[in-house]
T-cell receptor, first 114, second 112 residues
Framework: DAKTTQPPSMDCAEGRAANLPCNHS???????VYWYRQIHSQGPQYIIH???NNETNEMASLIITEDRKSSTLILPHATLRDTAVYYC???????????????FGGGTRLMVKP | SAVISQKPSRDICQRGTSLTIQCQVD?????MFWYRQQPGQSLTLIAT?????????ESGFVIDKFPISRPNLTFSTLTVSNMSPEDSSIYLC?????????FGPGTRLTVL
């Protein structure tokens, strides 16, 4: 799976949008971008994933650049409970590799401040 | 999504003993995974456990130290054998469900 690069830490004011960048310049055509977060002492929580189109769900939006070499996770109105480590992971998903395990990097530690 | 539970949620163990961690899923899944998260670190995959076959271990992890059972499509166990303080970590069960992977709440192990 392609390697990702994320800033080690970021701050965000409560109520503002949190924009978390991820670089995956070696991504290949059949690799998806996944985002997870881990709140202190809990298991990682799935947030969103996408291939090339922008995606939105009740938790966040995922913006993937046209060349797919980078992406941004957007939490539109960050709250104190969004303080967590956010992991960007690139992973193959096809019929053969549907169960390929996730490989975690260091992630971005997001601190939402009042 | 899949809902995953783990037992115990935490334990404190003595050096040289073994602990078995249980993972229960609310749906039938083919692939289950066990991860370790050492203090202040990211997650590291220990092994992949498919029902009906032996677990596949990642480099640096061996069956004698981390034996895994996978008796059916909703359950797995991981045993941490002959524990030392270096085994103090959070151990996480994970499953592949549709095209996404879901995680249990983790088991926090402290070895004295």
């Amino acid at each position: 799976d392609a390697k990702t690069t994320q800033p080690p830490s970021m701050d965000c004011a409560e109520g503002r949008a949190a924009n978390l960048p991820c670089n995956h310049s070696t991504i290949s055509g059949n690799e998806y971008v996944y985002w997870y977060r881990q709140i202190h002492s809990q298991g990682p929580q799935y947030i969103i994933h996408g291939l090339k189109n922008n995606e939105t769900n009740e938790m966040a939006s995922l913006i993937i650049t046209e060349d797919r070499k980078s992406s941004t996770l957007i939490l539109p109105h960050a709250t104190l409970r969004d303080t967590a480590v956010y992991y960007c992971i690139v992973r193959k998903v096809d019929k053969k590799n549907a169960g390929n395990m996730l490989t975690f990097g260091g992630g971005t530690r997001l601190m939402v401040k009042p | 999504s899949a809902v995953i539970s783990q037992k115990p949620s935490r334990d404190i163990c003595q050096r040289g003993t073994s602990l078995t961690i249980q993972c229960q899923v609310d749906s039938q899944v083919t692939m289950m995974f066990w991860y370790r998260q050492q203090p202040g670190q990211s997650l590291t995959l220990i092994a992949t456990a498919n029902q009906g076959s032996e677990a596949t271990y990642e480099s640096g992890f061996v069956i004698d130290k981390f034996p895994i059972s996978r008796p059916n499509l909703t359950f797995s166990t991981l045993t941490v054998s002959n524990m030392s303080p270096e085994d103090s970590s959070i151990y996480l069960c994970s499953v592949a469900f549709t095209d996404t992977q879901y995680f249990g709440p983790g088991t926090r192990l402290t070895v004295l």
